[in-house]
């Protein structure tokens, strides 16, 4: 047995359960020590000897020495096992006292020595008797005055000669009935006749004190269970004149023993049977039981596990950042409660298998509410999560499938208008009709600009379409947007924004087009009937465990509510799905797109709605609690001009476009393919003295050097060089972050002259 298991077995609650009930009233002074001599246990007899010295050193409790005390009988008896005395005489407050030390062991379930016995008596009163029975030969009476215990004094034959009272409440038998009867035949069972016996003659050997327990039959029939300290009265010449049994009736402690073992089995049974994990540990963190799924998932068998602690069998950690998680066994000790495990914990068994888990550690206590150790409960989560993740690609490639024919189906449309108009056009120049013409390119137009918005809208609910953040007041964007969405409708606003709302930092396009979404499906939910849409504007402060999916903070709440036909609850789900719509001639795009915009923005947007009475739909900001300046949208300026342009991009369609576009506004233009190119191109032209004014960069050259690093070599050959970043992917950290990586400005494609032109102005401005 570890000495791990020697502390669980020796431990104050176990010796209590099982050894003071026995001894605690012996007159004889019990202690109990471990192997390196720790004092385990006193019963109240040492104590009064020798002081209460639990958890010392025996040797420099009681001897005040450094090291075991010469002749020792409980090192004797560690060292071989056998049963071993010696007399001290010691002093104990201004008292001589002569004693007799006698040692045995106590040993675990395979014989292993865990624990030493020690029994000090004091025989100044025995050797006092034995020289008044020289004297005088009257001990019995006064043996029999001083115990309670069932005193039996037999002779050397093993007849009875003395019987006490104890003895005599006990059976039912008067001395008298007794007196010089074999103590086997009255009270001892036929089986253990033989073992008493033995014990016997022991005794009349010298070997004493010894102890063994036995059943006496009682005059009514039934037994008790007796516990007998033996020891005997010698003559003068030192041989064993009397046998003096002294016993203590254990039958309802053994009894108790038994049920309480018992039950301990049923329990043990019970939660091996169930199905979740079920470790108990002692306050000190070392496990005590493992049930059967408990072995299956950490790869320990209870034999292995007892008595280590909790962490070497239990080996948890977190699912996403692999950092050890601490078993929450002494949290329970420290505050008495339930404890839970946060999410994404993972179990890895002693093979290095993982597990991912839902545990809960408590406490387990006595009837005084003592905590004497800590049950944890897991259960494995490994295959429902595996079956969630599957359900949940499912459900992903069922969305997918839907945006997919949602993409199509709009694209195919807008495709149609443009070649449609496109090649119309061509037919009628070709006629000479250029009016006409006119109007089908103007047409083409409008749907390119539609396709546009399309793929922004796309690119918002994508990896792309990063916010352009600046300060921005929501009561403007709420106002501006309740103007647009609600021209020439049959339904009213009631706004409220109140004065110090905060301010927010934010893309205000894209929070325009937000409250636009939601205000234009309030106003579709009255179905062409009159109603009011309610907006509101409040600030809020978000706490850590306000039930919100946020982090605490402050926030701006718009609140956008109408009265219409409401959703349902199967559908409230599947709202801000892509391309799901309960419209008939609905896209599906713009609660999609809102919700996106509004999460990378660090916010969230949540919605209330029952059938017939309506939707609330709520949108958090995080607020700019320091106010910026607000700087509005600078109008339309004169687009003409004149410089030197370098365009690199690896389309030719792009460059050769963009090329004309900018010569019709006045500049003069040079093309390039790749970043490489456009840096030979550049510095040329600089060493030349024609340096480019500005130059116009793609974010990505699919096999070559693309915007990104071909801006940080330009600015080593000119530190001074003009750039605007251009994209088609509206990259994330490149379009929003593009003035730390050395451009001037940014314009997204697809574009119009005079988005170009505008942009290029801007940056010979400065």
């Not at 040692?103 to 025989?123: K, M, W, Y």
């Not at 089995?265 to 306050?283: H, M, N, P, Q, Y």
């Not at 795009?589 to 949540?606: E, N, R």
């Not at 609330?616 to 607000?630: G, N, R």
């Amino acid at each position: 047995m570890s000495r791990q298991n020697e502390t669980s077995f020796l431990s104050p609650d176990i010796l209590r359960d099982h050894a003071a009930a026995i001894i605690s009233d012996m007159a004889d002074a019990v202690s109990i020590q471990d192997r390196s001599f720790r004092v385990l246990y006193q019963n109240r007899a040492h104590k009064e000897l020798s002081g209460d010295h639990f958890g010392e050193l025996c040797y420099q409790a009681y001897a005040s020495i450094d090291h075991v005390c010469d002749d020792c009988p409980v090192a004797r008896s560690f060292a071989d096992g056998g049963h071993y005395s010696r007399e001290r005489h010691v002093v104990r407050d201004q008292r001589d006292i002569h004693v007799e030390i006698m040692s045995s062991v106590l040993r675990d379930g395979q014989g292993g020595i865990v624990a030493g016995v020690e029994v000090v008596r004091n025989i100044g009163a025995r050797l006092r008797a034995e020289q008044a029975l020289r004297e005088e030969r009257n001990f019995v009476s006064t043996v029999l005055d001083t115990v309670d215990a069932l005193v039996v004094v037999l002779d050397r034959e093993g007849r009875i000669v003395r019987f006490n009272g104890a003895c005599e409440r006990l059976t039912g038998y008067s001395f008298d009935e007794v007196r010089n009867r074999f103590v086997w035949e009255l009270f001892i069972l036929h089986e253990e006749i033989n073992g008493v016996r033995n014990v016997f003659r022991n005794l009349k050997a010298g070997m004493f004190p010894n102890r063994h327990t036995n059943f006496w039959k009682i005059r009514d029939g039934s037994k008790r269970l007796i516990s007998w300290s033996n020891t005997a009265l010698l003559n003068n010449d030192g041989s064993v004149q009397y046998v003096v049994p002294t016993g203590i009736d254990v039958t309802e402690q053994r009894r108790s023993e038994e049920l309480l073992a018992a039950e301990k089995e049923r329990l043990a049974v019970t939660l091996r049977s169930i199905g979740d994990g079920v470790i108990t540990t002692d306050t000190n963190g070392r496990i005590v039981l493992l049930n059967k799924v408990s072995e299956e998932v950490t790869g320990w068998r209870q034999e292995e596990a007892g008595g280590r602690l909790i962490e070497e069998v239990f080996h948890i950690i977190h699912e996403n950042t692999r950092n050890p998680v601490q078993a929450p066994v002494a949290e329970v000790i420290r505050s008495g409660k339930t404890v839970e495990l946060a999410n994404h914990t993972v179990l890895i068994s002693r093979k290095g298998r993982e597990y991912i888990i839902a545990d809960s550690a408590a406490p387990i206590q006595d009837g005084t509410g003592t905590i004497f150790g800590v049950v944890l409960v897991f259960r494995d989560m490994t295959e429902k999560r595996f079956l969630e993740q599957e359900a949940l690609k499912t459900q992903k490639m069922e969305s997918l499938g839907l945006l997919a024919g949602g993409i199509a189906h709009d694209y195919n449309n807008l495709l149609m208008a443009i070649l449609g108009n496109v090649n119309l056009a061509g037919t009628l120049l070709s006629r000479g009709e250029s009016g006409r013409a006119g109007e089908r390119l103007a047409d083409a137009e409008s749907a390119a600009k539609r396709a546009k918005e399309l793929t922004r809208q796309l690119l918002t609910f994508s990896k792309g379409g990063a916010p352009m953040k600046k300060a921005a007041d929501v009561g403007d964007l709420v106002r501006e947007a309740v103007s647009l969405s609600m021209r020439g409708v049959s339904v009213t606003s009631n706004l409220s924004i109140p004065a110090g709302l905060w301010q927010i930092e934010a893309d205000e396009g894209q929070i325009s087009q937000v409250l636009n979404n939601l205000l234009i499906n309030a106003v579709q939910s009255y179905e062409g009937r009159e109603g009011t849409v309610v907006i509101r504007c409040e600030n809020v402060a978000v706490q850590a465990d306000g039930g919100l999916p946020l982090r605490a903070g402050n926030y701006v709440r718009v609140s956008v509510r109408d009265s219409g036909c409401g959703i349902s609850a199967s559908n409230l789900s599947r709202v801000f799905d892509p391309y799901f719509t309960t419209k008939e001639r609905g896209v599906g795009l713009g609660l999609a797109t809102s919700y996106s915009i509004v999460k990378q923005h660090d916010g969230l947007i949540t919605v209330e709605s029952e059938i017939g009475r309506g939707s609330e739909f709520h949108v958090y900001l995080p607020a700019l609690l320091k106010a910026a300046p607000l700087h509005p949208i600078a109008g339309n300026e004169h687009l003409q001009g004149e410089g030197r342009v370098l365009i690199m991009d690896d389309e030719e369609s792009v460059r050769t476009v963009s090329e004309a576009m900018l010569q019709a506004l006045g500049y003069t233009v040079e093309t390039s393919p790749d970043g490489s190119d456009a840096v030979r191109r550049y510095a040329a032209a600089r060493e030349r003295g024609a340096s480019f004014d500005v130059v116009v960069m793609d974010a990505t050259i699919p096999g070559g050097m693309g915007g990104k690093d071909a801006v940080k070599e330009l600015l080593l050959i000119d530190p001074a060089a003009r750039v605007v970043l251009t994209s088609g992917y509206a990259n994330d950290a490149l379009l929003v972050q593009h003035r730390e990586h050395g451009f001037r400005d940014v314009i997204q494609k697809p574009y119009t002259m005079a988005d170009l032109g505008r942009v290029i102005r801007r940056v010979l401005n400065g």
